[in-house]
């Protein structure tokens, strides 16, 4: 079987933090396909692409060849936005694909796959309902998607992102965040970290956990009232203990897990 060729080149790395980046990746002579925010691509690179310095060294077996090492991304950007795409990566030192993501520059190829897919969409959330978007790490990337799409929202309609990291400077996205939130006055944008401690300077927002935010009524508080199952919708994406966590609180609160057979309010990404 032919290798598949590299048919994507990187516009650009940005590098947020250690061992956080954003690639904004571009096709070469084709199209990017249509795809509704909330979605994800498919990323690759051959075995002998070199990997980043400070990655672990590679213990994997290696791969046949020709097989390409692939891996799927949640796409950050606009689904509006045609130049590219942005996906927004955490290195995992052991892995097998992210090391070499990481060694990538600007105007370095890559594949990208040609088809954009995933269930993660606002598809069977009513237009009116108010979004509760909560995310650990680099689970925030589908809903940029969202945000960057969708907002301003008309009328009174809330959204509130609950965004939780180790550290602030883990907390992606942070000034845009900001700014969004300064610009539409439906949006709440709720970081919390939960190593205080290690900060070089004080912090001073809430620490702990996404799970302690919903505990404590953040959300209610950012709004001005709860979110309930009859008006609003919970998403979920990040480290597979929150998730569980959540839907477990959530589900004691009256929202049920959405399923295609059984529609819910409460939508969730489980990519670990």
Known sequence: MAKPELNAVVRQRVEVAPGLIILRVA???WDLPDFKPGQFAVLGLPPEAPRSPEADPDDDVPPKPG????RSYSIASSSK???YLELYITL??????TPRLFALGDGDRL???PKITGFFTRDAVPADTHLVLVATGTGLAPYMSMLRTMLPVPGGRRIAVLLGARHSWDLGYQSELRTLERRCPGLAYLPVISRPAEEPLPWGGPAGYVQDLWRDGAVARAWGFAPTPATSAVFLCGNPAMIDDMVGLLAAQGFREHSRSAPGQVFVERYW
């Open 27 to 29: 096709p070469e002579g």
């Open 67 to 70: 097989v390409m090492i692939r």
């Open 81 to 83: 936005a045609r130049e």
């Open 92 to 97: 995992v030192r052991s892995g097998s694909l």
């Open 111 to 113: 594949w990208l796959g």
